[in-house]
């Protein structure tokens, strides 16, 4: 088995927070891709860098490169940074420094990533979702109904894989989708 590509990055927290969310400084793994980062037990899909969202909880990170002058931060961003207390050492040689300064850092146990967590939701076989069964006859919901379907069909539509039934997802939520326009242009008649 290859081992991943490993590198220090910065990653902070977008989602509800205004350039001032939980941040750290770490280690991360990179799929074969490229396109997935895994940190801290998250596995972070994007391109590396830049924003990238959450399998799991679709929480939107930032992920860049640290700075070797420490402003990791939006300018407008404030806060301790959490580094993994595992990298400091090689933290300390890109930034040039022989000391960590704790105003601005604080020293973490970053967890372990189990990847095949994600390798599940990632490939996880059209089959395997159940739930698109009943709803093969939309027109026999209610608007409730519908509104609750074309939500649970979006959650399915961002964890199918594009080449396991994603068409098919989407489609099924667009016709979802149309009906409910339908049915709310009725009402309002």
Not at 3 to 32: C, H, Q
Not at 150 to 174: A, C, H, M, P, Q
Request: some cysteine.
């Amino acid at each position: 088995m290859t081992e991943m590509r490993t590198e220090i990055k910065y990653i902070e927290l977008k989602t509800g927070y205004a350039d001032n969310g939980p941040a750290w400084i770490g280690k991360v793994e990179f799929s074969k891709s490229g396109k997935t980062v895994y940190f801290n037990n998250h596995a972070l899909k994007g391109n590396g860098h830049g924003l990238c969202r959450d399998l799991e909880t679709r929480e939107i990170y930032w992920i860049s490169g640290v700075k070797k002058n420490e402003q990791n931060r939006h300018w407008a961003g404030n806060g301790k940074i959490m580094i993994d207390r595992e990298i400091v050492c090689e933290y300390l040689q890109i930034i040039g420094k022989q000391n960590l300064d704790l105003n601005n850092y604080e020293l973490v146990d970053i967890a372990k990533t189990d990847k095949s967590r994600f390798n599940q939701i990632e490939n996880e076989n059209i089959e395997s979702i159940n739930c698109l069964d009943k709803y093969q006859d939309l027109n026999g919901l209610s608007v409730h109904e519908l509104v609750s379907t074309i939500d649970n069909l979006k959650r399915i539509e961002s964890y199918t894989n594009l080449n396991n039934g994603k068409k098919f997802v989407t489609i099924k939520r667009l016709e979802a989708e149309k009906l409910l326009e339908n049915m709310k242009n009725m009402k309002n008649k």
